[in-house]
């Protein structure tokens, strides 16, 4: 069999995805400023690049209609989705694709460049009043919105993006609500009552500090009995190495080989009692809450409580940022008041301050009387105190 001909194109022509017959032409104007622009069919192309190239030799700029006018947001969206699949794991992809639905609602049929920044600003303001957003759900909207601009520009669709102009708002990363022992045992004799298969799953989570987009990541062979650190896949900080360490202790291995138990190696952990992938556990984890009677406590606080847990141990501070992939030391500092006698040794030191200024002020008092020179010394002693 004969090999198949390759189509050669005409110098200046291309095909930007191949086998897409949807082709482009790159050239230079009578500036010496490389474009590349959209043509359409091999025969647009060829008289695209006949015209740009005569007005190069006449030494006029081209006067280019810009295509990114007339592309819809929702074309962008669908390009977003699509760049969301391939990059994230399907829980973060649903997600995403359910806050478009509401973006494509408000703007989709709109040319994607014609909303400016005032008007996504005033939108997403609305819907955080709305539905009473705090300032990190805020954030994320707004993250999701750009990511829509990002990929048009990428893709040349586009060339600004106005929601990258929008400040975030301030989060308040102060936030420590852990479970106490007591608290844990009310939860579990709650889950076990109506979901007895997510025991592990819950234990898993409070014993390792993981996210849950990074728990529904995990796979059988991730723990190392010999270690007992267990590999967690991150996928939220891109700058940072996509798998870190963290311990499990007792508890965490046990969950940990009850939720591998017949599965094979390489196997999702984490599964539904249908046993389907996990990507949510809200339908189970807040009624077992209820029945608890554990109040103002979440699923991303079992984080907080392995986090707590390991401070009020004696593990430092900088150990506990690596086991839970906090970006930076400053974000681990908010359990900094629950490390052992931190406070104690605070208290120590500031007594002690007022005691050896009492006992110095006592000493030169006696010394006047007996000793000037001696007086002397400790009054300069005082002085630099």
């Known amino acids: 069999m004969c090999a198949k001909k390759v189509e050669r194109l005409p110098r200046g022509i291309f095909e930007k995805f191949a086998g897409s017959r949807a082709f482009w032409i790159r050239y230079v104007d009578a500036d010496g400023k490389l474009h590349r622009e959209k043509a359409g069919n091999l025969s647009a192309a060829k008289n695209l690049l006949s015209i740009r190239r005569a007005e190069k030799l006449n030494g006029k700029l081209p006067d280019i209609e810009k295509a990114s006018r007339k592309v819809l947001l929702s074309t962008l969206i669908d390009d977003a989705i699509t760049h969301c699949k391939s990059e994230n794991d399907p829980t973060v992809a649903h997600d995403f694709e359910l806050k478009m639905a509401h973006v494509r609602e408000a703007f989709g049929r709109r040319p994607a460049e014609s909303i400016n920044k005032q008007q996504w600003a ?5 819907r955080a009043s709305k539905h009473d957003w705090k300032a990190s759900t805020s954030n994320r909207w707004k993250a999701a919105v750009s990511l829509v601009y990002r990929v048009g520009m990428e893709n ?34 709650a889950i076990a009552a109506k979901f007895p298969a997510y025991i592990p799953i819950f234990r898993l989570s409070i014993a390792s500090g993981m996210r849950f987009s990074e728990q529904l990541r995990s796979r059988v062979g991730d723990f190392d009995p010999k270690t007992g650190m267990l590999t967690v896949h991150q996928k939220k900080d891109r700058d940072r190495p996509m798998v870190r360490y963290t311990p499990l202790g007792k508890v965490g291995a046990e969950a940990y080989s009850q939720l591998a138990a017949g599965k094979k190696k390489g196997a999702r952990l ?30 991303h606080d079992n984080r907080h409580s392995a986090c707590s847990r390991w401070v009020m141990g004696g593990v430092p501070l900088a150990a506990v940022a690596k086991y839970v992939g906090h970006s930076t030391v400053q974000m681990t500092m908010r359990y900094a008041h629950l490390m052992p006698g931190a406070n104690m040794v605070a208290n120590s030191v500031v007594d002690a301050f007022y005691e050896s200024a009492k006992q110095l002020e006592s000493g030169v008092q006696t010394d006047t009387r007996t000793d000037t020179s001696s007086s002397r010394g400790f009054a300069q002693e005082r002085k630099l105190l």
């Open 122 to 126: 005033e939108w997403l303001d609305e």
């Open 156 to 189: 040349e669709k586009i060339d600004r993006n106005p929601v990258s102009r929008i400040r975030r708002k301030q989060e308040a990363n102060d936030r420590v609500r852990y479970l106490t022992l007591e608290e844990e045992n009310r939860l579990v004799q």
């Open 270 to 299: 984490c599964m539904n009692t249908e046993g389907t992938p996990m990507t949510d556990s809200r339908y189970w984890f807040d009624p077992a809450l209820a029945e608890a009677g554990i109040g103002d406590y979440t699923w």
